[in-house]
């Protein structure tokens, strides 16, 4: 079970998945923020205090790559919040590249995963 004190930021433009991981999260204890678009997942992550950020690449307004690549020129920002992955269904080798260079500490495909699998993936990020 999550410590209650663990904030996570899920930022996916698909409502059913929006929806259904912020459920999910929720049921196993997380306090959970989730954002539709770039542009308000953008602003949240600025404000910080999440312990993780799951990141969806294709977004309305600023896609993930976008975000991470502003995050990435501001230091203390990207310090505000510990821990992004990538959570999308674009398995572009050079995409995740990308991101990983830009800081991401992983991703998540999310055609890959079913509940219990992304419950224990968000788990083992947060240690």
């Known amino acids: 079970m999550a410590k ?5 930021l899920l930022v996916e433009d698909e409502t059913e ?7 999910l999260l929720k049921d196993a204890g997380y306090d959970v923020t989730a ?11 600025e404000k910080g ?4 950020v799951l990141l969806d690449i294709m977004l ?4 993930g790559l976008e975000i991470l690549d502003r995050l990435s020129k501001e ?16 398995a572009q080798d050079q995409t995740i590249a990308k991101a990983l260079e830009l800081g991401v500490r992983g991703y998540m495909i999310k055609s890959d995963y079913n509940p219990e699998q992304l419950l224990q993936t968000v788990a083992d990020f947060l240690r």
Request: proline content about 4%; glycine content about 6%.
């Open 4 to 8: 209650k004190e663990q904030k996570i």
């Open 60 to 63: 309305p307004f600023i896609d």
């Open 75 to 90: 230091t203390e920002k990207k310090q505000a919040t510990k821990t992004i992955v990538l959570l999308t269904n674009l």
């Open 49 to 52: 205090g999440y312990d993780l």
């Open 17 to 23: 998945l929006r929806e259904l991981y912020e459920m």
């Open 35 to 45: 954002k539709p678009d770039g542009k308000t997942g953008l602003e949240a992550i």
